[in-house]
């Protein structure tokens, strides 16, 4: 896609937010295709130049759009094994956020030798999801016994772990030896 948008060219209102919007998409989609990729080849993709990009990138960046730029990890090959916490919690209160905020921000995973792979805050039956990766069972249960002595005012039942036996996509990227699913169907 080659859109003619610079930015210090103006445009009628609706269509100026239109192709910014693309322009935006574009680099976006780009950058997570691929966000090794340098700007000068996005550029020359897209038809445009450089600091165009380059501009739009740290746009990107600046507004939290891109929050960070990641490896896509197979835990197996580095020996650890993927696990899982979910957690149903009380509603949200300003002490819980804190406690939770600076069990990440100090690095309280880190210290427990696990490495800390997503936190999230969902609707549904369980309220927040962590995806962690440990070197063996005895550090992942010391980790998650941290999490349930931790957060234990604020649980409304015992967290669930489970360890993950295979991920087909993570961050968006499909595992390249995805074929191995075979080996989990029963002979």
């Not at 995806?131 to 998650?144: E, G, I, L, V, W």
């Not at 087909?168 to 995805?178: A, F, Y």
Request: zero cysteines; a positive charge; hydrophobic letters at 35%.
């Amino acid at each position: 896609m080659n859109i003619n948008v610079t930015d210090d060219v103006k445009m009628s209102g609706k269509e100026s937010k239109r192709n910014v919007k693309l322009y935006r998409d574009d680099v976006l989609e780009r950058l997570i295709e691929n966000p090794t990729k340098s700007v000068r080849e996005i550029a020359k993709e897209m038809g445009s130049y450089r600091q165009k990009v380059w501009r739009r990138k740290r746009k990107l960046e600046e507004e939290n759009v891109i929050w960070g730029y990641t490896a896509v990890v197979d835990e197996s090959k580095i020996n650890h094994v993927l696990y899982i916490v979910l957690l149903k919690m009380k509603p949200m209160s300003k002490e819980l956020a804190e406690l939770i905020m600076n069990r990440i921000t100090k690095g309280e995973p880190h210290k427990q030798n696990v490495r800390l792979i997503n936190v999230l805050y969902v609707n549904g039956e369980y309220d927040w999801i962590i995806m962690f990766s440990a070197q063996n069972h005895a550090t992942a249960r010391k980790y998650y016994d941290s999490l349930r002595l931790a957060y234990e005012d604020y649980l409304l039942e015992k967290p669930v772990i489970v360890d993950v036996n295979f991920a087909l996509v993570r961050e968006g990227k499909t595992n390249p030896e995805i074929g191995k699913l075979y080996e989990f169907v029963p002979t």
